[in-house]
């Protein structure tokens, strides 16, 4: 058992219809056809959407995203037409809303892996393979790879695992070409990423991409979607504390995993009860790490 330990009910808006309620984000669309996506604070862990919320992630999260797709977008279009609040929304939706087009979305992860850790490590240490990609030998936790590799994976309904697929399985479900273009493109977009991070002494160790398709000039293009490079899509490490062989520090949710992990929460990851709430200042310092993120990475500070 798993999802949201509370649903909230969508906003209603004038002239916009709720699509869907995300882990993260909400999704209306307004009367030309728009997607209008709404970054709240919440933030899950294990499967849960929890009942306590990180202020100002959703901020964080769609002001870090626009930044990237800023630094991309030589490479890959992407689909952000205006970050202009909808008429009678919130003041609350200032600075986490992006009018959006809407896409034919492709329904797979795309990963980029250059480190190993979390579930490429597990099939790592299985198997000495990610995604039917064959590893060397002696690789630990938080290792570099001899090169980047694409390591897809299936979208899950909220409460449910992504699951790691080969590339022969995207080309099945996506087309030959398409499947091509997603790796190509997802791997060009990380070495990029994982460029400007290093310059500013973070490791990029992996990120997962979304992208749609859109009618251009004649013939589909790809187009980069919902949230990009964000503390909630990537692991971010500290380069100066980078050291293979146990986990690494990170700028994310980590501390929200570590407590609910720990005796202090009283809670059984195995069982029915879902998650308590959230100690202030687990809360601050997740925080914390989410601002620091933003800082590093665009060189301003979060206003």
């Not at 492709?106 to 579930?119: D, H, N």
């Not at 390591?151 to 695992?161: C, D, L, N």
């Not at 273009?181 to 979304?210: N, P």
Request: proline fraction near 7%; aromatic fraction near 8%.
């Amino acid at each position: 058992m798993s999802g949201f330990v509370e649903k909230p009910a969508p906003v209603q808006v004038p002239g916009l219809v709720h699509l869907h309620t995300g882990k993260v984000r909400d999704l209306y669309q307004n009367d030309a056809g728009e997607l209008i996506m709404v970054a709240s604070d919440r933030v899950s862990a294990y499967d849960w959407v929890l009942p306590t919320q990180i202020p100002d992630k959703g901020r964080v999260l769609t002001q870090l995203s626009l930044w990237w797709f800023e630094q991309l977008v030589d490479l890959v279009p992407n689909h952000v037409l205006s970050t202009e609040v909808p008429a009678g929304a919130p003041a609350d939706w200032a600075g986490r809303t992006l009018v959006c087009r809407s896409l034919r979305m492709i329904p797979v992860e795309c990963v980029a892996r250059g480190f190993l850790t979390g579930s490429g490590l597990s099939e790592y240490e299985q198997s000495r393979t990610v995604c039917g990609l064959v590893l060397p030998e002696g690789l630990r936790d938080g290792s570099e790879l001899p090169a980047p590799i694409f390591t897809p994976a299936t979208k899950a309904e909220v409460g449910e695992h992504d699951e790691n697929v080969a590339y022969e399985e995207v080309a099945r479900r996506v087309g030959a070409e398409t499947a091509a273009q997603l790796r190509q493109t997802t791997l060009a977009v990380y070495h990029r990423a994982r460029d400007i991070a290093r310059d500013r002494g973070i490791i990029l160790a992996d990120s997962k991409f979304e992208f749609g398709l859109e009618e251009h000039a004649g013939t589909d293009r790809l187009v980069l979607a919902d949230e990009v490079l964000t503390p909630d899509s990537s692991r971010f490490w500290p380069a100066a504390r980078w050291q293979p062989g146990r986990a690494q520090p990170s700028f994310d949710k980590q501390y929200v995993r570590d407590w609910l992990a720990g005796p202090e929460s009283g809670w059984d990851r195995q069982g029915d009860q879902p998650p308590p709430r959230l100690p202030e200042e687990v809360v601050e310092r997740t925080r914390e790490k989410y601002l620091e993120a933003y800082r590093l990475l665009t060189g301003y500070s979060f206003e």
